[in-house]
């Protein structure tokens, strides 16, 4: 079975050299749902759809059509950016596995790779707690070195909760990270903090940030400010 199943009207070759964003499922779940704000606040088109294997099978239904484990996307407006849109965890059997057929993928379409993580708050460091929450990654071949470098630098050590990170970044010599130090709880916040940042990494159009509907509920109902008195 292929890596990826392209839709029948995209040629592979419209990837090369592009930027690729790629969450990694982490704590709080942050990266996910920077992903779909991303995707809910500027225009995409589904471009394809990655193998299954190895995947918690999750299959459901949008407003665009079928969904499923793994999808890519690409903004309308900014069509050098490509996006890996993640609902489902990678079972541990398979994750050695998936990098290394990531990688072969990303390298040989020459993508610069953005990996979005977070990580948990209290693995931090003395250092990393007084500073910002929002750090970065950089390899001096990636794309968006001078972009992202005006973030703090993680510790890798402390990057505690922030699953395939670790991996994705050392693996992909172009690759570049974000990473938020978080708890787990009402995160929309942090969601619109990552998309914020990544936005002024890539450049992308400023727009007002409006949260997809879905999420309505997702984190339960505001609560009455006088139970606090």
């Known amino acids: 079975m292929s890596f990826i199943k392209y839709e029948t009207n995209f040629n592979e070759n419209e990837l090369k050299g592009k930027t690729l964003i790629l969450p990694s499922i982490s704590i709080a ?9 991303l995707l809910n606040n500027h225009s995409n088109e589904l471009i394809g759809r990655f193998n299954n294997d190895g995947f918690i099978q999750v299959a ?24 890996i849109d993640q609902r489902s965890p990678i079972l541990k059997s398979h994750k050695s596995t998936f990098v290394d057929n990531l990688k072969v993928w990303a390298e040989r379409l020459e993508l610069d790779v953005v990996v979005l993580s977070s990580a948990d708050s209290a693995a931090r ?17 990636a794309k968006y070195d001078s972009r992202i470098s005006v973030f703090e630098p993680l510790e890798l050590g402390s990057a505690n909760g922030s699953g395939l990170l670790k991996s994705y970044y050392t693996n992909m010599k172009k ?12 995160n929309r916040p942090d969601a619109h903090l990552l998309v914020k940042a990544i936005s002024n990494v890539l450049g992308l159009e400023a ?3 409006k949260d997809p509907g879905h999420w309505d509920g997702l984190f339960g109902r505001l609560y009455d400010i006088k139970l606090f008195g």
């Not at 990393?128 to 071949?141: D, G, H």
Request: hydrophobic residues 40%; aromatic residues 4%.
């Open 29 to 37: 779940n942050v990266p996910q749902l920077a992903i779909e704000l």
């Open 60 to 83: 459901g239904g949008s407003a665009s059509g079928l969904v499923t484990p793994l999808e890519l996307r690409r903004l309308q407006k900014c069509s050098d950016v490509f996006i």
């Open 125 to 141: 460091s003395d250092n990393e707690i007084m500073s910002s929450q929002l750090k970065q990654l950089s390899n001096k071949e």
């Open 175 to 186: 690759a570049c990270a974000l990473c938020l130090f978080t708890t787990e709880g009402d």
């Open 207 to 209: 727009v007002e940030l």
